[in-house]
């Protein structure tokens, strides 16, 4: 295959971390992904994925995601801590939030407006990532 220093760079990498992950279902690390996002700026993208061994509809994706995450290396899915809902008493049976990205959040059963509140504020801050 002929490929330049960069990609192979790259390719090296990410085999190690094949080699040395823990588990078959562990996430790419952030790092990789935003390096193979960053050789499509460079390389055709189905050079890419098929040099590192990807699927094709995963370069996609990671562009998605890394937009999102701008130049920190947390990943999209972050914790948000709730309130306990035993304190706080259900005052809404059912909640649907529908984002402009497609995102669907649904929520069964009574949550107080405390719950959406955090909820809220916790979209707000993804959202302005």
């Known amino acids: 295959m ?3 220093p960069l990609l192979e760079q790259t390719k090296a990498q990410f085999d190690h971390w094949r080699d040395n992950k823990e588990t078959l279902g562990t996430l790419t690390p952030v790092e990789l992904r935003r390096q193979a996002v960053e050789l499509t ?3 055709s993208a189905s050079k890419v994925v098929t040099t590192l061994g990807l699927i094709g509809s995963v370069i996609k994706r990671w562009r998605a995601e890394l937009k999102h995450t701008q130049t920190t290396s ?20 059912e909640a649907r939030i529908v984002l402009n990205d497609g995102t ?3 929520l069964n059963g009574g949550a107080s407006a405390q719950l959406l509140s955090v909820l809220a504020q916790a979209l707000t801050v993804s959202a302005s990532l």
């Open 2 to 4: 002929n490929t330049t």
């Open 41 to 43: 700026h460079q390389y």
């Open 74 to 93: 947390e990943p999209i899915d972050t914790f948000v801590t709730l309130p306990n809902t035993q304190q706080a008493s259900a005052a809404i049976a």
């Open 104 to 106: 669907n959040i649904q």
